[in-house]
């Protein structure tokens, strides 16, 4: 896990289930220019796969795996929602 | 347009009397008023529920629902749109969501408020976990957008 | 289920408020309530309009609107339906009509309140006479069960 | 008209516009076996036409035009519905 003294920086959220799988709540990253959202969720998880029907957000709207971030970004995985 | 992330338990009831009064003069121009309560029950998928926490992502869950809002106000020819729904701790019988649709006509009225709770259930970040006798369990999936066609099942 | 026809007027929130009341511990089990309250605009088919007269036949209306209730009841799981219609003098801004499904599904809960009312304007015997600055004239028919696909005209 | 005095007759009501047109909202009429809600309606009002689109009731229940009546019922005359 990277610090939070890095100056360029991605801010990551975990939900519910996720959240609880992964042990964490939130992280932080080091941005690296390039970087997916699928490419930070394994920078955090190393090997483990993101669960199937997850969601994922950046700067709360929802994106698809493949979307690449900027600097100082929030991204965010979460499992199907159940409001309502 | 109002829309409001809830701690505490709300009363729908007295929700929709604080708009209406808001509405003043406005209400003699309306019409059609179509609402939707969502309520917590005291039993799911097999099991009797004692109590659900309801977790949500700060930020992320109110702008998705002002975003709902506004394009239900787009789309139909809504006078008004109100949507509250609750976070947090919550027991058997509390409000969960309330949507209400104020409109000339019915027909918008009753479209907009199905069409928001549809996409609210399948779309804004809320997550459910409940708390049974055997513990906590977190709830995997809402009902899709059904139709009464289709017989749900007692657990829905 | 309860069926009320009103000659006075009558606060669709409280209607509600007693009948939820009534529910008692039956509301932990409920889940889903839609409603549909329809009121008097103070505008129609280009004129303002004053007041309006809504007659009905005593003994038919109530007796078809007991029949609308207990057909629902039938159709979708509903735990319980009220529906109230005022009848004489009303005034722009008051209630006409209040429709209320309390159901464990959404999907039937919202499907019966919208096909109650529509099976209401098209079939239960109330009349109304509006009362515009040009005189009295009778409402001569009720817009068809529309969608809002079709643009209602601003008349409807 | 019938007096209300025969001892088999029909009641009759006229609602909203049509209780104007035929310029009042009962009658009674003598029942005559066979009879029709339509040939009750003629039997009232003459040559005058049910006007197009009216609505017929026997017995607080809607039944069509060419339905037998039986002595005591009500049959209702009724322009289209507007409520709710």
Known sequence: MFSASFKMSIKVRFFASLADSVGRREAECAFVPGMTVESVWHEINGDAPLPGGALVAINHDYCTLDQALNDKDEVAYFPPVTGG | ?156
């Not at chain 2, 701790?89 to 309330?98: C, M, N, S, T």
Request: proline share 5%; with cysteine; net charge negative.
């Open chain 2, 1 to 156: 347009m109002s829309v409001r992330i809830c701690a505490e338990a709300f009363d729908p009831l007295l929700e929709l009397r604080a708009f209406q009064d808001d509405l003043g003069e406005r209400a003699r121009s309306i019409g059609a008023l179509a609402t939707f309560t969502g309520s917590m029950r005291d039993f799911n998928d097999g099991a009797p529920v004692e109590s659900m926490w309801l977790e949500h992502y700060p930020g992320m869950t109110d702008a998705h629902l002002e975003r709902l809002a506004a394009d239900a106000q787009r789309k139909w020819q809504l006078d008004d749109i109100l949507i509250v729904h609750r976070v947090g701790e919550v027991r058997p019988g509390d409000a969960i969501v309330l949507v209400a649709t104020w409109s000339a006509h019915r027909a918008h009225a009753f479209e907009s408020c199905r069409a928001v709770m549809e996409e609210l259930k399948s779309s804004a970040p809320f997550w459910k976990k409940e708390q049974t006798a055997q513990g906590a369990r977190w709830v995997e999936k809402n009902t899709p957008r059904d139709s009464a066609d289709f017989k749900p099942s007692p657990a829905e």
